[in-house]
């Protein structure tokens, strides 16, 4: 998507990069022997797996790898100057103006004390680029309006956790570029995103590049999200560059089998029933012209759901009062939502963000109380009981959050974690099944003591699977168990789930704003749209042939296969 300019020197010119932090025993090498250039008008991408290096690389160009970074290279050229002669001074006047940074996760990255105004407008007043409050107001309002936010004039008085996420991720691209800078680092900025935000986020980055001629370094495990704006990639593993070149060469016909690998773990329509880790790419050339097709190991087959509803959610619907704004009307979260979920099935759950899946999955687990309709676990009554007559039915109905190092105790470790849901057994007993329980989600004992937080994301998320299980459920809700994870340990953790519930015929409530991964899962699928239930039905016939509009345009935005 490069665009012609007349700059001659390119944004960023680094060969031989070596990054590296202190550990014990002396230095670890984080990125080693990195090559990278960009010019004005280009996208480059980074891609690879957790760990790979890639968002070190990309902060090591603004001087922020971390503490204690050792930063070495044999040429470190931004916009032509050297820039392993920049001191703080050097660094702190290129960050904002010459490189904006676009984060992960909008929420954690704006202050949640300060409004978005005041937000969008730091860098200009920091770097004193502007003069006057009218003329820094002028400026933000016209940056959110680049960006494609309603009402801007309005949200210059919101703080972020009163947007909704697609509009935090347009508030935090506003804040990148309201300097105008000349690159733009984009770590992660689609994570987490529903397909429509996801190609709205990316389309606004696009445009940037298009009509400032602007150079984008985009970091990300998405592959599709790479397919769609990359001129050039460059996958990393270990630190190291495995393979680079123009996108559409790499995700065609990649040479390694380490890319081959990535982009084969994508689910998609002819994944279902099959694992998405086994899949590797083989080219047919017993075909007049040479085609690429993924073969997959399939998961251990599937009992067909039987027997009494596990789960019966009755014309549900929930409202919230406007804070502040008495005279609005509420906010209707949910209105007349009704599922059953069946004793060994999945049922996917799948909407844009704000459709009402996180509320639901609330007044399911027992968190909130419906304001309308009813919920029953197991045929009893869950919904409008105090805790302590549910008490009894709670092991019975599990959680696999999308962040679960939120959802442990800090002060706990591995062993502590998994036997919160074990408390009928003490001693060897105890410690017995939750070993049995580590080696089921694919977990080494050796991790017992040790704290979450020095576990890598998959790591963490077999462990809420393992506490998850402990309790031998009949129901499990799956809330975005995937999304913050790359393609590999993704297909992994799937993959685990898969055969977890083919061995055992629990129940899963699966919510995910991942069409191609709802596709790849579910037996059964509910679509939601602003609080209602558009569509139902079983998943190839609702995700094949649509009948509802909303539905139709949740596909559209479906990234195209990377391989057909």
Not at 53 to 74: C, D, F, N, W, Y
């Amino acid at each position: 998507m490069s665009v012609e300019v007349q700059a001659a020197t390119p944004l960023v010119d680094v060969r031989g990069l070596q990054v590296r932090f202190p550990a014990a025993g002396g230095l670890r090498t984080v990125v080693e022997g990195l090559d990278l250039r960009i010019e004005a008008g280009e996208c480059v991408a980074l891609v690879g797996e957790s760990g790979s290096g890639k968002s070190v690389t990309a902060r090591s160009l603004i001087h922020l790898a971390g503490p204690g970074a050792q930063v070495q290279a044999e040429r470190f050229l931004i916009d032509g100057a050297d820039a392993r002669a920049f001191g703080e001074a050097d660094w702190r006047r290129l960050r904002g103006t010459f490189a904006g940074l676009v984060m992960q996760d909008a929420l954690v990255s704006l202050d949640p004390l300060r409004p978005i105004g005041a937000e969008v407008g730091e860098v200009l007043t920091q770097h004193r680029l502007l003069r006057g409050r009218t003329a820094v107001r002028r400026r933000v309002i016209d940056t959110l309006s680049q960006v494609g936010m309603p009402e801007p004039e309005q949200r210059l008085h919101q703080n972020a956790h009163e947007l909704s996420g697609g509009l935090r991720q347009r508030a935090l691209i506003a804040a990148a570029i309201a300097a105008g800078p000349r690159l733009i680092i984009a770590d992660e900025p689609t994570t987490a995103l529903d397909a429509a935000l996801q190609q709205q986020v990316i389309g606004l980055l696009a445009e940037r590049v298009r009509a400032s001629g602007a150079g984008l370094l985009l970091i990300s495990h998405d592959l599709s999200a790479v397919a769609g704006i990359a001129d050039r990639v460059i996958v990393m593993r270990a630190g190291r560059v495995v393979e680079s070149g123009p996108t559409r060469e790499v995700l065609a016909w990649p040479r390694e089998a380490y890319t081959r690998q990535l982009i084969a773990a994508v689910p998609s329509a002819s994944s279902r029933g099959s694992r998405l880790a086994s899949a590797r790419f083989v080219r047919d050339e017993t075909q007049a012209q040479a085609r690429v097709r993924i073969e997959r190991e399939p998961l251990p087959p599937r009992q067909p759901p039987t027997g009494e509803p596990v789960l019966r959610v009755q014309g549900i619907g929930k409202r919230y009062r406007r804070r502040g704004l008495r005279a609005q009307p509420a906010f209707v979260a949910l209105s007349d939502v009704s599922f059953e979920v069946r004793a060994g099935e999945v049922l996917g759950l799948v909407g844009a963000s704000g459709s009402g899946k996180t509320t639901c999955a609330r007044i399911v687990l027992g968190l909130d109380e419906p304001d309308a309709g009813e919920v029953q676990l197991l045929g009893q009554p869950w919904s409008g009981w105090p805790e302590t007559s549910r008490r009894a039915l709670r092991p019975r109905l599990q959680y696999i959050p999308q962040d679960p190092l939120s959802s442990f105790d800090p002060r706990y470790r591995v062993r502590d974690v998994v036997a919160q849901n074990l408390p009928g057994l003490r001693g060897e007993a105890r410690d017995a099944r939750v070993r049995a329980l580590l080696a089921q989600v694919g977990l080494a004992t050796d991790l017992l003591d040790r704290l979450p937080r020095t576990l890598s994301g998959g790591q963490r998320q077999r462990l809420a699977i393992a506490r998850a299980l402990a309790a031998e459920p009949q129901l499990i809700v799956c809330d975005e168990p995937v999304s913050a994870l790359d393609v590999s340990i993704q297909a992994q953790v799937i993959d685990l789930i898969g055969e977890l519930q083919s061995r055992l015929g629990t129940a899963l409530l699966f919510i995910s704003h991942d069409i191609n991964l709802v596709r790849h899962v579910a037996d059964r699928v509910v679509v939601l749209d602003q609080g209602r239930v558009v569509e139902r039905g079983p998943v190839d016939e609702v995700l094949a042939q649509p009948s509802h509009a909303y539905t139709r345009s949740l596909l559209a935005a479906v990234p195209a296969p990377l391989v057909g």
